[in-house]
T-cell receptor
């Protein structure tokens, strides 16, 4: 049981390049989330999904797109990277809203630098 | 709307001293409250969770937190700090909706 995994761990992009971050979970969780973490700002929600085929915007969705074609995978795309998107990106999954053990399980993060 | 305020972005304590990390929340409904820990270059891990079963919640590594509704607080404590406790600590609130709301975090330094 690997939990939540993220690919890649590190990436350097030039302004205007595109890339996709992959998040995978093997816990059969319904919910998945993408956050970015910047110094002094905690975690900010980018997009999330409440089930296969669904996505919704979070607090800071601009410049990002997501897809949840399979229940176990949640992809985050940057179509045209900007230096302001330099950050550490975390994926998280959650079983559902009603379980008493409800919590989010986090991946190890992807450190992205945009030059 | 839900929100979380963590007072003190950096806290330093001596090894063996009391750890107190503050968290205040606002929620329009009875909340679920969480504390997560983040070690360097890692993701967040759950320390403990309040779900209304008991106001004093015990977590891993000797940490505990007390839910005080009248103060809208959920402060994290540990009686005796250990060097391995040096990490980032995040408070979060959920109203059992789709989202969790995180505080800005507190970086704990333990001085030998």
């Amino acid at each position: 049981n690997a939990g939540v995994t993220q690919t890649p761990k590190f990436r350097v992009l030039k302004t205007g390049q595109s890339m996709t971050l992959l998040c995978a979970q093997d816990m059969n969780h319904e919910y998945m989330y993408w956050y970015r973490q910047d110094p002094g700002m905690g975690l900010r929600l980018i997009h999330y999904s409440v089930g296969e085929g669904t996505t919704a915007k979070g607090e800071v969705p601009d410049g990002y797109n997501v897809s949840r074609l399979k229940k176990q995978n949640f992809l985050l795309g940057l179509e045209s990277a900007a230096p302001s998107q330099t950050s550490v990106y975390f994926c998280a999954s959650r079983k559902d809203r009603v379980s008493l053990t409800d919590t989010q399980y986090f991946g190890p993060g992807t450190r992205l630098t945009v030059l | 709307a839900q929100s979380v305020t963590q007072l003190g972005s950096h806290v330093s304590v001596s090894e063996g001293a009391l750890v107190l990390l503050r968290c205040n929340y606002s929620s329009s409904v009875p909340p679920y409250l969480f504390w997560y820990v983040q070690y360097p270059n890692q993701g967040l891990q759950l320390l403990l969770k309040y779900t209304s079963a008991a106001t004093l919640v015990k977590g891993i590594n000797g940490f505990e937190a007390e839910f005080k509704k009248s103060e809208t607080s959920f402060h994290l404590t540990k009686p005796s700090a250990h060097m391995s406790d040096a990490a980032g600590y995040f408070c979060a609130v959920s109203d059992a909706g789709n989202q969790f709301y995180f505080g800005t975090g507190t970086s704990l330094t333990v001085i030998p």
